[in-house]
């Protein structure tokens, strides 16, 4: 049974440009929460994608933006890169919106030079 | 900003003691949960507390959560060199967010 699974596992942009994750659940899950983890600090909420809609939308600006497929897989998209948005970028799946253990894929780690 | 605050930053430890890991949060929550992490890799989900529940255990480990006093500890009792990691506290709102706390760097010495 795999568990969550990310791509790619390192990624190097310029400032400026495009970005694309993409993050598929483990098997049985049905939501998916992206998370960004900035050197030495906890995660921070991005979004959840539940039923292909965004359910529920921490702090982050409209350039962060994600999908989510029929198959449940995700992409989480950053535009208009900025040096800050260099982070480790995680993705949980869960089975169900709230109130469950969430399983973390091991992450891509995005450097915005 | 984080909900979830854990103290102390580091913890030092010697093989087979006890560790303790505290967490506090600002509203009210839904559940809490515990979770590791080796060197910057994926999260690693060790227990879930829901708000109208006390204790909880798991092997070697023993959660609280005190809602009036918005906090919960993490007890990992007969610590190992393998437990060396970052420890997190994650809570979930009314509103299904969630919000992880800076977390608790533990270092377990053989």
């Known amino acids: 049974d795999a568990g969550v699974t990310q791509s790619p596992t390192h990624l190097i942009k310029t400032r400026g440009q495009q970005v694309t994750l993409r993050c598929s659940p483990k098997s049985g899950h049905d939501t998916v929460s992206w998370y960004q983890q900035a050197l030495g600090q906890g995660p921070q909420f991005i979004f959840q994608y539940y039923e292909e809609e965004e359910r529920q939308r921490g702090n982050f600006p409209d350039r962060f933006s994600g999908h989510q497929f029929p198959n449940y897989s995700s992409e989480l998209n950053v535009n208009a890169l900025l040096l800050g948005d260099s982070a480790l970028y995680l993705c949980?799946?869960?089975?169900?919106?709230?109130?469950?253990?969430?399983?973390f894929g091991p992450g891509t780690r995005l450097t915005v030079t | 900003s984080q909900q979830g605050e854990e103290d102390p930053q580091a913890l030092s430890i010697q093989e087979g003691e006890n560790a303790t890991m505290n967490c506090s949060y600002k509203?009210?929550?839904?559940?809490l949960q515990w979770y590791r992490q080796n060197s910057g890799r994926g999260l690693v989900h060790l227990i879930l507390?829901?708000?109208?529940?006390r204790e909880k255990h798991s092997g070697r480990l023993r959660v609280t959560l005190d809602t009036s006093k918005k906090s919960s500890s993490l007890l990992i009792t007969a610590s190992r060199a393998a437990d060396t990691a970052s420890y997190f506290c994650?809570?979930?709102?009314?509103?299904?967010?969630?919000?992880f706390g800076s977390g608790t760097k533990l270092n377990v010495k053989p």
């Open positions: 509203t009210s929550i839904n559940n």
């Open positions: 994650a809570t979930d709102d009314n509103f299904n967010k969630f919000y």
């Open positions: 949980a799946s869960s089975h169900g919106t709230g109130g469950y253990e969430q399983y």
């Open positions: 507390i829901r708000s109208n529940e």
